[in-house]
């Protein structure tokens, strides 16, 4: 079991930046891929960034230029670095650890809400 919290979230206006941050609850980074899914209301979740304890990372292709996944394992965070936001970003994010070997256990943080809005 990993509980995920995240924070960081908040308003901020159009081109604005903002780092989100997921604190998981256990250390094994080596056993999960970690990543960012937002979701609008009404909308599917969709995945904005994954990362793998080596650093490999992978982005929705609409954002990879904006967006940056980073893992900090001496802190034990996983961040989202986000810039130049508009309106479209605002959704709700959310943390996720997926076990490598077992893909079909994963686990996700309660999400933080993101509104970009002048």
């Given at each position: 079991?990993?509980?995920l919290v995240e924070s960081g979230g908040g308003?901020?206006?159009?081109?604005?930046?903002?780092?989100?941050?997921?604190?998981?609850?256990?250390?094994?980074?080596?056993?999960?891929?970690?990543?960012?899914?937002?979701?609008?209301?009404?909308?599917?979740?969709?995945?904005?960034?994954?990362?793998?304890?080596?650093?490999?990372?992978?982005?929705?292709?609409?954002?990879?230029d904006r967006f940056t996944i980073s893992l900090?394992?001496?802190?034990?965070?996983?961040?989202?670095?986000?810039?130049?936001?508009?309106?479209?970003?605002?959704?709700?994010?959310?943390?996720?650890?997926?076990?490598?070997?077992?893909?079909?256990?994963?686990?996700?943080?309660?999400?933080?809400?993101?509104?970009?809005?002048?």
């Amino acid at each position: 079991q990993v509980q995920l919290v995240e924070s960081g979230g908040g308003f901020v206006q159009p081109g604005g930046s903002l780092r989100l941050s997921c604190a998981p609850s256990q250390t094994r980074y080596g056993a999960y891929i970690w990543g960012w899914f937002r979701q609008v209301l009404g909308n599917e979740r969709e995945m904005v960034a994954t990362i793998t304890p080596g650093g490999l990372t992978n982005y929705a292709a609409s954002l990879k230029d904006r967006f940056t996944i980073s893992l900090d394992t001496v802190n034990g965070t996983i961040y989202l670095d986000m810039r130049d936001l508009d309106a479209e970003d605002t959704a709700v994010y959310y943390c996720n650890a997926r076990n490598r070997v077992v893909t079909s256990r994963e686990y996700w943080g309660q999400g933080t809400q993101v509104t970009v809005s002048s």
